[in-house]
């Protein structure tokens, strides 16, 4: 019996981790940790865990294999590396941490303990990337050189005045919370690490207009008390170079008067592809290539992939036949690398040289 311990009783805890791992077969969730004690208490009830914490370190002393982290992103870096140092495996929420330095004494963490660490991006397990990966790996592509990654919001600040608008906790607004998957899914479908330049900006025009988006659902708030505040950017966006001289241009946002939705584009000198919103039926992956001298689309078959059990199944198979995550070490810290570098030069007016 593997038994896992979460720290964070919030909405992806809820909706996410806590229901998929009681799916598996040899998994039990013995413990859950939150400093909110209504939710803690309701989540514990609901979910049938038998242990409760209102302090992490406690949790992490447990007779526990591995921990899952859902904190508020200012936590993640520091509760990875207390809990490999104290014997166990970790899956840690996204953004991993807020600075490359938090980046490398995780991984440093994970030479020394020998534990699995693995980042949680769903959008790994998708079937469009899935397949696209694949293509990647194959040479379909050729040589690619320009990626392009958007998730935009029309209305939609998660949990306005809780942790994720608060800039201590958060570290930032859209580009942490939501930009992050989009540019972890480009970059490891095209198999890019290494940012060299980044060029970033944020804007702030919503402050006053601050409108909750519904995310957590209402029924995963119990006991929360928000401040109403507004602390992090609306919008973000930055252009990146890498080390042989590939592009990616990236932006987030909760709020602003745009289309609305996620996609991301592969540009390659052999074929290119367009990823929409998987949400969206109407617009489904597409690829551009050039077939006998013919420019063609070719529109695959894509299968339906709950996501989040097939992430949550991947940590457990790594615990069990003691295999490396699907997330690597490089390419974590690139993205920290590209969100941190937005951030920073949006604040120096300059461009972050690594």
């Given at each position: 019996?593997?038994k896992?311990?979460?720290?964070g009783?919030?909405g992806?805890?809820?909706?996410?981790?806590?229901?998929?791992?009681?799916?598996?077969?040899?998994?039990?969730?013995e413990?859950?940790?939150?400093?909110?004690?209504?939710?803690l208490n309701?989540?514990?009830?609901?979910?049938?865990?038998?242990?409760?914490f209102?302090?992490?370190?406690?949790?992490?002393e447990?007779?526990?294999?591995?921990?899952?982290?859902?904190s508020?992103?200012?936590y993640?870096a520091?509760?990875?590396?207390?809990?490999m140092?104290?014997?166990k495996?970790v899956?840690?929420?996204k953004?991993i941490?807020?600075?490359?330095?938090e980046?490398?004494?995780?991984?440093?963490?994970?030479?020394?303990?020998?534990?699995?660490?693995m980042?949680?991006?769903?959008?790994?397990?998708?079937?469009?990337?899935?397949i696209?990966?694949k293509l990647v790996?194959d040479?379909?592509?050729?040589?690619?050189?320009?990626?392009?990654?958007?998730?935009?919001?029309?209305?939609?600040?998660?949990g306005?005045?809780?942790?994720?608008?608060?800039?201590?906790?958060?570290?930032g607004?859209p580009?942490?919370?939501?930009?992050?998957?989009?540019?972890d899914?480009?970059?490891?479908?095209?198999?890019l690490?290494?940012?060299?330049?980044?060029y970033?900006?944020?804007f702030?025009?919503f402050?006053?207009?601050?409108?909750?988006?519904?995310?957590?659902?209402?029924d995963?708030?119990?006991?929360?008390?928000?401040t109403?505040?507004?602390?992090?950017?609306?919008?973000?966006?930055?252009?990146?170079?890498?080390?042989?001289?590939?592009?990616?241009?990236?932006?987030?946002?909760?709020?602003?008067?745009s289309?609305t939705?996620?996609?991301?584009?592969?540009?390659?000198?052999?074929?290119?592809?367009?990823?929409?919103?998987?949400?969206?039926?109407?617009?489904?992956?597409?690829?551009?290539?050039e077939?006998n001298?013919?420019?063609?689309?070719?529109i695959?078959e894509?299968?339906?992939?709950?996501?989040?059990?097939?992430?949550?199944?991947h940590?457990?198979?790594?615990?069990?036949e003691?295999?490396?995550?699907?997330?690597?070490?490089?390419?974590?810290?690139s993205?920290?690398?590209?969100?941190e570098?937005?951030?920073?030069?949006a604040?120096?007016?300059?461009?972050?040289?690594?």
């Amino acid at each position: 019996m593997i038994k896992i311990g979460i720290i964070g009783a919030g909405g992806i805890s809820q909706v996410a981790h806590i229901p998929n791992l009681q799916k598996i077969e040899g998994v039990k969730v013995e413990a859950i940790c939150d400093i909110n004690k209504e939710k803690l208490n309701y989540v514990a009830d609901k979910f049938n865990i038998p242990k409760k914490f209102t302090n992490w370190e406690e949790l992490i002393e447990e007779n526990l294999d591995a921990v899952v982290i859902c904190s508020p992103n200012a936590y993640h870096a520091i509760q990875s590396i207390k809990a490999m140092e104290s014997g166990k495996h970790v899956l840690c929420e996204k953004p991993i941490c807020l600075t490359v330095e938090e980046a490398y004494q995780i991984f440093d963490t994970v030479e020394k303990t020998k534990k699995i660490f693995m980042g949680a991006f769903p959008r790994r397990f998708l079937g469009e990337t899935i397949i696209l990966k694949k293509l990647v790996d194959d040479g379909f592509f050729g040589e690619i050189y320009y990626l392009k990654a958007s998730y935009l919001r029309r209305r939609g600040i998660p949990g306005l005045g809780t942790w994720f608008t608060n800039k201590k906790l958060a570290g930032g607004g859209p580009m942490m919370d939501i930009g992050v998957h989009m540019i972890d899914m480009v970059l490891y479908i095209a198999g890019l690490t290494e940012p060299k330049i980044v060029y970033g900006a944020t804007f702030e025009k919503f402050k006053d207009k601050a409108i909750d988006g519904g995310w957590p659902p209402v029924d995963t708030r119990k006991g929360d008390k928000p401040t109403g505040k507004m602390e992090v950017e609306d919008l973000s966006c930055g252009f990146v170079k890498f080390k042989n001289g590939e592009v990616l241009f990236v932006e987030a946002s909760w709020a602003g008067n745009s289309e609305t939705g996620l996609k991301g584009s592969i540009f390659g000198t052999k074929a290119g592809a367009q990823l929409p919103d998987p949400l969206d039926s109407k617009n489904p992956v597409r690829i551009y290539t050039e077939t006998n001298g013919v420019l063609s689309d070719i529109i695959p078959e894509v299968p339906k992939i709950d996501v989040y059990f097939e992430e949550i199944k991947h940590f457990v198979e790594c615990i069990k036949e003691g295999k490396d995550p699907i997330t690597k070490k490089e390419e974590i810290i690139s993205v920290v690398k590209i969100i941190e570098g937005i951030y920073k030069s949006a604040e120096n007016n300059e461009p972050v040289i690594y």
